[in-house]
């Protein structure tokens, strides 16, 4: 036979670039799509990636020389540019920071000698002198900045408050004292009778004392919180609690901080920021964290946790309105804990010696410490000390928790509120969610797929498969909205026929099944095959109802008359967006993803094998179980995979379906917060670039990686299963 010549002709060399350059598009959008998959997880794990660094203190930024005369106090602006320094002898200087200079700014003496001294614990820097005769005046550095051709410009004064009581008493003399200022003005001092003293006066100007009766030895710290109700009295190592009821204060408790243990006898008490924890310091360095504790309907001062610094650990300075804290060492080292994630954020040598004085701008931007006549200033940049792997995935023992909990509450109308960013709880929901959605969307979805392309006919089928795909087009916004507006009301008031529904549908199939099968043969053959469901689906209705408009009597037949009140006395709570809600309302709209693709892959498998099996001699049945699930299984574990994606991720009908209430119970009749809805909520009202803000970039990124993970088991079975079966 002659041999042919190849011959590449016009039109076939148009067709070979037409598929080289489809080739390429094909090739750089796949490559696209994974650069972008890539890329989407390096952004969000580089916006992640800060909440786990260090913080970093930056000594000597500037320097001061001063001439105060033994300073007893200081305090710096949110600028680092000024600060302020108050003598012993009741003088107050300001200081300039950014300009260097030998004289102060402005120096304020008091006119009178006064004998002691005390501060407020909280960042507002109130101060107070006083006379052994219990004359008071109290005062607060005013260091505010105007703006002036472009600069800040200081205007230092002193702001005093002008009160109609003191802690003057007659016959005896004031030897120490403390003072609150809030809605009620409170002193309280320890006098030379050794008697502890308190006068307030209320928001009405109203002045009220009292004394206390018992005598006690001069105590080593006096202590008020800054709403003045509660008053902390030290001698040595044991704690008198003393709590303002009514008119009078009295003696809630009398606490051992040492727990008993001589090397951990007290040095020092601080309070942390918003006054609810005691910072308790141990002669052995070690550092206890002390609140109010709620059980049993009483308050009583708990042991939290502890923090073991070294034995040459000098003072703390508390954090301003954080709940962390700094401590200062004999050789100058500097360290920084964050209570509630116990997270130590700084450890640096910033000094060459202990400092005689430190203080905190109120913004926690820069740290003040004077050494001799010198004054430097550090900057902070402690961004986020509340974030570590313990407080987001571990129980964190929260101010005024009755014990440690996994709880999520990242905002608050108080200064000094404790943030807490536990992803337990929402990571939780979202598996909550997804579990009940995918109970309820698998049997439905994949029994119909089964059905559908099995037994459906033809004709039916046309018209079955385009409708259900038709519902994934639906806005899931919309299934939300109907959901939490519609169909939880429906639930909440028929939530006893609901669940007999649940439990008497499937039944109701099989019986109508039977009933089907025992009518006389001349009967079901005028129905073809593959046309059942049109009995079945009025039969359904039927059924669901007649159920339904029989709520209330079943109701009263199984609970006495109301199953909420049935509920509450047996310890479930019922909430009307609930679980039960969401994955009727997720399941729902996650049935099509599922249907479709099994239902694909079920109509796919070919159809030689089930003729050769059914030619064999099998049954429809035997042949579906053994031939056609078995070869269509990597599809159908596909399609189930893809649901439980689609549902981890869903946003709109958890937001909408639930009462988004981030808590930890499996109890189908409560709601739950996921994910993803807290993405889309908090989102908008998070601070650029703040813990917050963050944490929320982790949570998308947990869902990534949930997501990722899910579709590569998915990938690796349906590998497996496709290699297992292909001899079919």
């Not at 598929?19 to 090739?27: C, F, G, L, Q, Y």
């Not at 006054?275 to 009583?300: E, M, P, Y």
């Not at 960013?421 to 990571?427: E, G, H, T, Y």
């Not at 009749?669 to 908008?684: C, F």
Request: glycine content about 6%; overall charge negative; proline content about 5%.
């Amino acid at each position: 036979m002659a041999a042919a010549d190849f011959s590449l002709k016009e039109k076939d060399r148009k067709r070979l670039v037409k598929d080289r350059i489809v080739k390429w598009a094909v090739t750089a959008g796949g490559v696209g799509v994974l650069a972008a998959l890539i890329l989407i997880f390096v952004y969000l794990a580089t916006m992640v990636l800060p909440l786990f660094s260090d913080a970093k203190l930056t000594p000597n930024i500037a320097q001061q020389t001063i001439t105060t005369p033994e300073p007893i106090a200081a305090g710096i602006d949110d600028y680092g540019e000024h600060a302020y320094v108050i003598s012993k002898q009741g003088q107050v200087d300001f200081w300039s920071l950014d300009t260097p200079k030998n004289e102060p700014k402005l120096s304020i003496d008091f006119d009178q000698r006064f004998s002691l001294f005390a501060a407020m614990p909280s960042a507002d820097d109130w101060y107070a002198f006083a006379t052994r005769k219990g004359q008071i005046t109290l005062f607060q550095p005013d260091m505010t900045s105007v703006v002036e051709n472009g600069r800040r410009v200081l205007t230092p004064d002193i702001n005093r408050v002008n009160t109609d009581i003191d802690l003057s008493f007659s016959g005896v003399q004031l030897d120490m004292f403390a003072f609150a200022l809030s809605n009620q003005t409170v002193f309280a001092g320890y006098y030379d009778d050794q008697r502890v003293r308190v006068r307030w006066q209320d928001s009405q100007h109203n002045e009220h004392s009292f004394v206390f009766e018992q005598t006690m030895p001069r105590p080593n710290q006096l202590l008020l919180t800054p709403d003045g109700k509660t008053i902390y009295i030290r001698h040595g190592s044991e704690l008198i609690v003393a709590v303002q009821q009514a008119e009078r204060f009295i003696v809630r408790e009398v606490v051992d901080l040492s727990k008993g243990e001589p090397h951990a006898a007290v040095k020092n008490i601080d309070l942390l920021s918003g006054a609810s924890s005691l910072l308790i310091t141990h002669n052995d360095g070690l550092v206890t964290q002390w609140f109010d504790v709620l059980k049993n309907g009483k308050r009583s001062l708990t042991f939290i946790r502890d923090f073991n610094l070294a034995p040459e650990l000098q003072y703390l300075l508390p954090d301003s309105y954080r709940k962390g804290f700094y401590s200062f060492y004999v050789n100058g080292m500097v360290q920084s804990h964050y209570t509630t994630s116990e997270k130590l954020v700084i450890f640096e040598r910033a000094y060459s010696k202990v400092p005689q004085l430190v203080a905190m701008s109120d913004n926690e931007q820069y740290l003040i410490a004077l050494s001799g006549e010198r004054l430097s200033v550090a900057h902070l940049d402690n961004p986020y000390p509340e974030v570590s792997l313990s407080s987001l995935w571990q129980k964190v023992w929260y101010e005024s928790y009755p014990e440690p909990v996994y709880v999520w509450q990242s905002t608050s109308a108080s200064d000094e509120f404790e943030p807490k960013f536990s992803l337990v709880p929402i990571a939780f929901g979202t598996l909550k969610a997804a579990a009940f959605a995918m109970l309820f969307a698998v049997p439905i979805a994949v029994f119909g797929a089964i059905y559908t392309a099995y037994f459906m006919s033809p004709k039916m089928r046309r018209f079955v498969k385009p409708s259900i795909e038709l519902m994934e087009a639906l806005p899931t916004v919309i299934i939300g909205f109907l959901a939490g507006l519609w169909f939880a009301p429906i639930v909440e008031t028929h939530l006893t026929a609901v669940v007999v529904l649940m439990l008497f549908l499937p039944l109701a199939i099989v019986l109508v099944a039977i009933g089907w099968h025992s009518l006389p043969i001349r009967w079901t053959r005028k129905l073809p095959n593959g046309w059942h469901a049109l009995i079945l689906m009025p039969c359904l209705a039927l059924i669901a109802v007649s159920i339904l408009s029989q709520s209330n009597a079943i109701e009263a037949w199984l609970f006495a008359g109301d199953v909420r009140i049935y509920l509450a006395n047996v310890g479930i709570d019922f909430d009307q967006r609930n679980a039960l809600v969401v994955g009727f309302a997720m399941g729902f709209a996650v049935i099509p993803t599922i249907f479709t693709i099994a239902e694909d892959a079920i109509f796919s498998v070919p159809k030689h094998l089930s003729d050769g099996s059914l030619a064999l001699g099998a049954t429809p049945w035997q042949t579906l179980i053994h031939v056609v699930l078995l070869t269509a299984s990597p599809g159908i574990f596909s399609a189930i995979m893809m649901g439980l994606g689609r549902a981890v991720g869903e946003t709109m009908i958890v937001l909408m379906a639930t009462g988004n209430t981030p808590i930890l119970d499996w109890n189908i009749l409560e709601g739950m917060r996921t994910l993803s809805a807290t993405i889309a909520v908090e989102m908008p009202e998070s601070e650029v670039g703040s813990s917050h803000y963050r944490i929320l970039f982790l949570a998308a990124l947990i869902l990534l990686v949930f997501t990722f993970a899910v579709n590569s088991v998915a990938e690796w079975v349906r590998q497996r299963l496709r290699e297992k079966y292909r001899a079919l």
